[in-house]
């Protein structure tokens, strides 16, 4: 079982995240690190590993310090990595993050399974999956939060408010999956010294034979046309209480419509 997850790396959303003049992120401002939803794309791929066989894959797309998400990955366990990068990717919308994606899945080959978090913490469009099986033409099920393999079948389980439903697909297929599924492990010390040695490749656009045009702020079929950093949070209302606090907290809660 060949299993690629796809990892993003992504500013920490802990830092404050600033935008540069074209409203785009600005990447250099904060730290960066595996975007936490993919973790669970990681963990749930070494889990299907360990159970049977084969390997799993991390594939990265992004700037130098992308490499630190693939990194982080082999330290939990994964066999190898793929980092594609290329200056001309810098600005690319979802369309174009799945293309390489995608032609970066192919040129793995032989693969049974892709994973893919729920969505990034940054951009959190959500699409990035759906669009990766569109242009792999494969089948693809999303927001597992339950995953078993067996054969050629992958089975998922899909909560919402009202509902769970069961999903099954055959393989090859892509799924993402939700923070529901598992419980991510932590990198050992000897995960982390095992890591140095897993090999890691880099890819540019000319190895996926993309063609620079397709990709990057330029061809973005979509366009931030503002972004405004929320302003900081107001101090909250202290209500003291001199025997008639209920009182107050209820005038309170009328006065913001609660009650
Ligand atoms: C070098 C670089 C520069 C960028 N610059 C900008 C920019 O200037 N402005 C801007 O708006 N956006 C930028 N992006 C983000 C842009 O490529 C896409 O909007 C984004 O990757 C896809 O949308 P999303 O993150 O919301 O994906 P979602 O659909 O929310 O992601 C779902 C899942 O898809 C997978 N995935 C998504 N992206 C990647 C990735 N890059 N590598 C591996 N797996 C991935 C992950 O498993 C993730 O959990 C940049 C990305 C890179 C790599």
């Known amino acids: 079982m060949n299993i690629v997850v796809c990892v993003k790396y992504v500013p920490d959303a802990q830092g404050d995240r600033t935008f540069e003049a074209d409203h785009t992120t600005d990447?250099?401002?904060?730290?960066?690190?595996?975007?936490?939803?993919?973790?669970?794309?990681?963990?749930?791929?070494?889990?299907?590993?360990?159970a049977g066989d084969g390997e799993v894959t991390v594939l990265t797309m992004g700037?130098?310090?992308?490499?630190?998400?693939?990194?982080?990955?082999?330290?939990?366990?994964?066999?190898?990595?793929?980092?594609v990068l290329d200056e001309a990717i810098a600005g690319s919308d979802a369309a174009a993050t799945s293309l390489v994606l995608a032609e970066a899945v192919r040129k793995i080959g032989d693969v049974d399974l892709v994973l893919t978090g729920l969505a990034s913490t940054?951009?959190?469009?959500?699409?990035?999956?759906?669009?990766?099986?569109?242009?792999?033409?494969l089948p693809q099920?999303?927001?597992?939060?339950?995953?078993?393999?067996?054969?050629?079948?992958?089975?998922?389980?899909r909560d919402?408010?009202?509902?769970?439903?069961?999903?099954?697909?055959?393989?090859?297929?892509?799924?993402?999956?939700?923070?529901?599924?598992?419980?991510?492990?932590?990198?050992?010390?000897?995960?982390?010294m095992a890591a140095k040695k897993k090999p890691v490749e880099t890819w540019s656009l000319a190895d996926l034979g993309v063609d620079a045009s397709q990709v990057g702020l330029g061809a973005a079929w979509t366009e931030v046309v503002d972004a405004t950093a929320r302003p900081p949070r107001a101090a909250g209302e202290v209500v003291t209480d001199e025997g008639d606090g209920g009182g107050k907290l209820a005038e309170f809660l009328a006065s913001r419509r609660f009650a």
Not at 122 to 137: F, H, Q, T, Y
Not at 161 to 181: F, G, K, M, N, R
């Open 160 to 192: 919402n408010e009202a509902y769970s439903e069961t999903v099954e697909s055959s393989l090859p297929a892509v799924v993402s999956v939700t923070d529901q599924i598992n419980e991510p492990r932590y990198p050992s010390f000897k995960g982390i």
């Open 63 to 83: 700037p130098d310090d992308a490499v630190a998400a693939v990194k982080k990955s082999l330290q939990m366990g994964a066999d190898k990595g793929v980092h």
């Open 27 to 50: 990447r250099e401002a904060v730290d960066g690190l595996l975007s936490e939803l993919d973790e669970y794309a990681v963990e749930e791929a070494l889990k299907i590993v360990e």
């Open 122 to 137: 940054d951009g959190s469009m959500s699409v990035v999956p759906a669009m990766l099986a569109e242009r792999l033409g």
């Open 141 to 157: 099920v999303t927001f597992a939060s339950e995953l078993t393999v067996e054969g050629g079948t992958v089975r998922i389980r």
